[in-house]
């Protein structure tokens, strides 16, 4: 690894005015477990890095019944297993956290800085989709409220501006008529990246789809929402028929790459068959 | 080079270190306090030889940097044994013969303690989960999974 300089901030402001100074050449470091692979490989060579953690406050969950959640974007996995909270209120998300890397991974990775990396498989995207979340970002002007969706702009690309910081995430009180799950596709059960991910969150009534909520990983160079199979389903009877033409509009709705893990017709058959099986374990 | 003073504290004792900032935890454990039971095998997060316990969690230290350290308590599998006796753990992994080559068994070793030290009764499935980031090649995992189970045990019994 390349030598740099190294900060330790104690606030949103200080990390803020070090991006703007040192603008492109300064990386931001939270929990290190992509950008430090990055940087031992040589594709990162940071002149300046600025570690968040030590930033006060950005590593905390708070849920009330009116606002819902808010979490910062330093909260690592272990932090959101270990939240009574999301337990109880937000389950797909835990389920994702569930799934990621392993142990000593979850203790260091944080949701923000798998957002921030922007991987198309990101396991947190699917579920902060379904849930509706919005980021908060800080920056050198004031802070800017986006809806999850808005912050993915390409491959490893987000859409934060230049001394733009993610803090964290609001996610609105959940809806108690609705269930939803995450399913991860990957060879391993775990320190495994999905080949699909797909997040799903459903309410019916009286044997008809109320609300739907469908979310991709690892399908397009961003994680997508599913917004035909979404719109097909609101109104159509809950029937395997109905689900498969859901999953079917899915698929038309992807565009996954062929790649060393798969092929993108595997993906495209995972992602039918996926689709399925969420939205039915969502009932 | 930018370097950074720090202060970590290694299996009790404070060391003081002057580390070229791109130095590793893991780096500076094996090369700086000549702890050389904590190993190296992939330095990308993926196997969990290097793991460590940083401030109670295990972590893998060869994705963590010395400076992120600065002020905390680590413990290696140095730290586990007392004055020439074995920790509970370790009897149990050369009981169970759960160790050939034995160059997994340090990181398996601390993922155990800090799993046994979060959860003193886990079920077989949690201790996979648990060990699911430490990667052994000989083994085949059961005598290291029934070691663990075994050492709960014994652990739980010595407790009131």
């Given at each position: 690894m390349e030598n740099f300089e190294y900060f330790e901030p104690k606030t949103v402001r200080e990390a803020v005015r070090l991006l703007v100074k040192y603008k492109r050449a300064a990386k931001l470091l939270a929990g290190g477990t992509d950008l430090m692979l990055g940087m031992k490989e040589g594709f990162v060579k940071p002149k300046y890095l600025i570690n968040l953690k030590t930033i006060k406050g950005l590593d905390k969950i708070a849920y009330s019944k009116k606002d819902g959640l808010r979490i910062g974007s330093l909260t690592t996995w272990a932090d959101i297993l270990a939240s009574g909270a999301i337990l109880e209120h937000y389950p797909i998300l835990r389920e994702a956290a569930s799934l990621i890397g392993g142990h000593q991974i979850r203790n260091r990775g944080t949701i923000g800085g798998n957002i921030c990396h922007a991987s198309p498989s990101a396991d947190s995207a699917p579920a902060l989709m379904v849930y509706g979340a919005q980021c908060i970002i800080s920056g050198p002007r004031r802070e800017r409220v986006i809806p999850i969706e808005e912050i993915f702009s390409g491959v490893q690309k987000t859409s934060l501006k230049p001394g733009e910081i993610l803090t964290g995430f609001r996610i609105p009180p959940p809806d108690p008529k609705a269930k939803g799950c995450y399913l991860k596709f990957s060879p391993r059960k775990a320190m495994d990246l999905p080949i699909v991910g797909v997040g799903a969150m459903v309410r019916t009534s009286n044997g008809t789809f109320e609300e739907v909520k469908i979310a991709l990983g690892a399908v397009a160079p961003t994680p997508i929402r599913a917004r035909r199979a979404e719109r097909f389903l609101v109104g159509k009877p809950v029937s395997d028929q109905s689900i498969r033409q859901a999953a079917e509009e899915a698929v038309n709705e992807s565009n996954p790459i062929t790649d060393l893990r798969a092929s993108r017709e595997y993906r495209l058959g995972l992602v039918r068959e996926l689709t399925c099986q969420a939205i039915t374990r969502s009932l | 080079m930018k370097t950074s003073k720090i202060r970590i504290k290694v299996n009790g004792e404070w060391h003081e270190l002057t580390v070229p900032n791109q130095k590793t935890l893991l780096d500076v454990i094996r090369g700086d306090v000549h702890l050389t039971g904590t190993k190296r095998m992939c330095d990308s997060g993926e196997c969990g030889s290097c793991t460590v316990i940083m401030d109670g969690k295990a972590v893998n230290s060869c994705i963590v940097l010395a400076v992120e350290a600065n002020g905390k308590e680590i413990n290696t599998i140095e730290g586990l044994s007392q004055i020439g006796k074995l920790h509970p753990i370790q009897e149990e992994f050369v009981a169970k013969g759960a160790i050939q080559c034995g160059f997994c068994t340090p990181g398996m070793i601390l993922t155990a303690k800090a799993l046994l030290d979060q959860k003193p009764d886990p079920t077989a499935q949690e201790v996979k989960t648990a060990i699911a980031g430490n990667l052994c090649?000989?083994?085949?995992?059961v005598r290291i999974v029934n070691a663990i189970l075994s050492a709960a045990e014994r652990l739980r019994s010595i407790q009131p």
């Open positions: - | 090649r000989c083994t085949g995992y």
